[in-house]
């Protein structure tokens, strides 16, 4: 009986789970802009840790290009010629 219990219990579970699956979006929506995550942490000794931030590009092609090796950036001209700034850092110009 008990068995019988529990693989009824195992099936609601798995099915339940199926259809949640179609609500839950993972990911954001494309636009401009960075997201910041905090990766700051406390080793919890006196001066231990680390603060810092990380950006991570809300467009998807500039999020693309921060996985291109410099060396793999045209250097005849056009708009690829400009490599993308370090992880990390703001953007600077226009």
Excluded: C
């Amino acid at each position: 009986m008990g068995l019988v219990a529990l693989i009824v219990l195992t099936v609601a579970l798995a099915r339940s789970r199926m259809h949640g699956e179609h609500e839950t979006r993972r990911g954001s929506e494309p636009g401009t802009g960075d997201h910041v995550i905090d990766i700051s942490y406390n080793s919890g000794g006196p001066g231990g840790g680390h603060q810092g931030e990380l950006r991570v590009p809300r467009d998807p092609q500039e999020y693309a290009r921060r996985f291109v090796p410099q060396s793999a950036w045209r250097r005849d001209g056009g708009p690829e010629t400009v490599p993308p700034p370090a992880p990390g850092k703001p953007k600077t110009g226009a």
